[in-house]
């Protein structure tokens, strides 16, 4: 009677790490290993630039005191300061961690762990963002004729709302 009960015990242990959601750890496990925290870096510094270029574009031909300037400068660092502070990985982890429980199970994070430890799944994930550099602007390129043809097709749909004026 104890070994049925042990293999009962056995097998809801195992059933549920195979189809109940994922452990925090196992979670963590596989965020280390796409690098989230250094990908999650790289998006705050653009989303910085981007604040900085906007700021920039905003007062461009503009002729600003000394004071004014130095204005900036400061609201740019505060800006910059609450960006990196806000979407930093430590406040943004748990946000991660709560969608990957959603959405994974046990089994699934514990074979992508087991794939990113192989060669192929490091050079997955070590090429993965140098493909997506490359396929950014081919498509761009892609999207301009695609704009296009959708920007007529909006032109000719107002044309026939409007009775073909």
Do not use: H
């Not at 290993?33 to 920039?56: H, N, P, R």
């Not at 002729?63 to 300037?69: D, F, M």
């Not at 204005?71 to 300061?81: C, K, N």
């Not at 081919?138 to 044309?159: G, H, I, N, S, T």
Request: charged content about 20%.
């Amino acid at each position: 009677m104890k070994t049925l009960a042990l293999a009962l015990v056995l097998l809801c242990s195992v059933v549920a790490a195979r189809g109940g959601p994922p452990s925090d750890e196992s979670i963590l496990k596989m965020m280390n290993s796409f690098q989230l925290q250094a990908a999650l870096d790289q998006t705050v510094t653009q989303l910085d630039a981007g604040m900085k270029k906007g700021l920039k574009q905003l007062t461009e031909g503009k002729e600003l005191s000394p004071l004014q300037t130095a204005e900036l400068g400061q609201l740019q660092t505060r800006m910059s300061a609450t960006i990196r502070d806000e979407l930093a990985f430590a406040k943004m982890k748990d946000i991660y961690l709560q969608v990957y429980r959603e959405l994974f199970t046990q089994e699934e994070v514990n074979g992508i762990n087991a794939f990113v430890a192989t060669p192929a799944g490091k050079a997955m994930i070590e090429k993965l963002p140098q493909a997506s550099s490359k396929v950014a602007p081919l498509l761009q390129a892609r999207m301009a004729p695609v704009a296009q043809k959708v920007r007529a097709m909006q032109l000719e749909f107002m044309k026939e709302q409007s009775g073909g004026k």
